[in-house]
């Protein structure tokens, strides 16, 4: 699931933790996994994201998180609210130059908002911690919340393209989306999240 593949950095990014005004995004550990799991296990989800099995098992949460740890192509933070998982959010290195911010949340935490607050503060730790002028990401087509998140963080569409989804065992039509560095220095004005050391 993870390759090991060197990011530019405006700095040596360092492992932290982001603070919204509901929402608390840290790296996930072992202590995660059952919790990571149940989430995770829901064809819903798995069908709207490409690389989640169905189903999705502790075991699959064990080699994830332990992919992670070891340090692979992608920054990830577990979402927490209250001190409850609820879902995940980060950056996937495509290529040295290419970063795909990617989502899900548990079925029961669907259409709160936290979707796109948790994006944000990830959006804003990406510009702000890595010296691209892009961050990439899609939706699949049939759906429109995920899309409707990218929207409210000024992801503009690119186009249609065509994505293989792993719960699905076939490719289905993804719509992506591009955000530049000036327009999410336009709307940085929803920043109301903090940072910390972990």
Known sequence: MLQDIPTPTLRQARACVLETERLTLRKPTLADVKAIARLANDRRIAENTRRLPHPYSQDDAIDFVRALAEGGRETVFLIENNHTPIGMVG?????????????WLGVDYWGQGFGTEAARAVIDYFFEEFDLDQLVSGARVVNPSSRNILEKCGFQWSGVELHRFEALGSSSPVDCFRLARGVWASLKSWNNSTRRES
């Open 91 to 103: 950056i996937d290195w495509r290529a040295e130059t290419t970063a795909e911010l990617g989502y």
